[in-house]
């Protein structure tokens, strides 16, 4: 193996959350690492993400690294935080853990192979950079690619074309254009409410109607943020509930209540804003059809009353639940129904009047004909595995990681993988990954992953990976619990139902942060399932 190849101890792919809080602790513990990151700079999702409205549905600072470095010198101005806002806390976080120094930009990795001989990962990016390490973490998030469906005809269309997660740096005017958007997803959401004041006319194609909770959004001043004693507190608290914030499921069922009080309590969620009514509710929202449809009728009734035209509020909030509530996500907002409610605002029912094709000015549907000169995608993302197609990880024999999981995605953990030693992951496949809030799931797997490297130091181990027979359990119970709960009933991303020909299967773990974080525990005192090798 060429000896100029530069050799780290360890590899990290992304600079988002997960890779910049694991480069701060493998290095304090003394490792060499090196992050690669296809992006200018830090920032992972928020560097993408750039569309207008682009905002995170987490609140802070239960959306924040759990490093005293880091939150101790900052402040928040809102409570979800825009794009623009969590690019300034990433330049800080740079400035503050100097993750620039570590970081080869503009790196796009493409290849990675794992050599037996020297027990080493080779890891090849696009514009030929490249490195050796003993251990390759691939930190590259549930969203780094990219879906827009095989439209009939869409490269006729004239006007402009813009994916949400491609969005120009330089902006896009929306002011006095005809536009048309394609998606309901939280970025579709999120687009709308920026569009809807300022366009001469938006079209909002819509498949299937997004159950949007209120946010609440909140203006924060910089000294109620100023004491910070209570910060690790919170973020050991964050742990203890299902979703990864600092409020879970009650212990109750919805029918342990009466009508009067699930009103009150129904209420009091909405009125907390966030994820509240969606991880904080009757625990058998996800698993009873009755708790399921009650929840629904209250959602329905709060969003129709806020639709002026009745057509308009049974495309948006159906009388009839078109999926059991939450096993889509769920999004956030803060004014998307009252945008409805301008009479150059329309809704498009795509699954009543499918996309038929493009035309040079629009699109037509199988009713009627479209007029637009602004097309937005926000039409989502090949989500949780999807992140790995562009990448050839090859591990033991030669086995190609995109290619084992195109029959069934397999994990231990949702942390590694069997034949592919030393490689870890953040944030990905089989994890809670998107039933969690992003950095409340990191902190669990850093703390797993860091800990694992500094053993086999101790121990002069220098390889590990997950046994067949573990991981072949941890995958069954994954499968085994969601058919347990209301899931399969929904078309939804998380089951990779958006990707056609995509394997249906449920992509995260489902137990929730509390779980996950005991049973990573419990595999630190005896590593069970997992195969050392010297
Ligand atoms: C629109 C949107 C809204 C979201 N809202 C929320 C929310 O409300 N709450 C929440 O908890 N989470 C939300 N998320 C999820 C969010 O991704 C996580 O919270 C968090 O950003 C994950 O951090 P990460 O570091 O694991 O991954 P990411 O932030 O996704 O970073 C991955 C990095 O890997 C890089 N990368 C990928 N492939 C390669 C490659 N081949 N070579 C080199 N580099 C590569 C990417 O460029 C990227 O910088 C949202 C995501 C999106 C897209
Ligand atoms: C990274 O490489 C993949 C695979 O070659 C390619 O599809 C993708 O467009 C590249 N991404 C960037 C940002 O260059
Ligand atoms: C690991 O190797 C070092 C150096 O060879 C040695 O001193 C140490 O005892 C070894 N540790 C274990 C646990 O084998
Ligand atoms: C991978 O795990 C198997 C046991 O499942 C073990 O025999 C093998 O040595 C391990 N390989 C490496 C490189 O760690």
Redesign the pocket.
Known sequence: MASDIPYYDVLI???????CSLLHYLRRDGFSVRI????PTV???????RYPG?R???DVPI?ELNIPEVYESWSWSSRFPDWQELRQYFKHVDKVLEVSKDTDFN????DAVWDEASQTWTVT?ENGKRARARFFLT??????KNFTPDFKGLSKFKGEVHHSNEWPETGVNLEGRRIGLIGTG??GVQITQEAGPVCKELFVFQRTPNLCLPMHQAYLDESSQSDKAGYDAIYQKRLNSFGGFLFDFVKKKATDDTPGQREKFYQALFDHGGFAFWVANYYDLFTDPESNRLAYEFWQRKASERIKDPKKAAILAPKVAPHPFGTKRPSLEQNYYEQFNKPNVHVVDVSAEPIAEFTEKGLRTTDGEYEFDLLILATGFDAVTG?YK??KIRGVGGVELSEKWAKQTQTYLGLTVHDFPNLMY??GPQAPTAF????SC?QVQTKFIVDIINYMRDHNYSSFNATSDAETEYTDEINEEVTKTLFPLAKSWYMGANIPGKKIEMLNYIKGIPAYSSLLDSVEENWKGVAFAN
């Open positions: 792919l992304g600079a988002g959350f997960s890779g690669f990151e296809k992006a920032g992972g999702t928020w560097y993408w993400n682009a995170v549905d987490s959306y790196t796009n990795v493409t990016a930190c590259i998030g549930f969203a780094s939280s970025t992140s562009n990448l953040t944030y969690s809030n992003g950095p990191i």
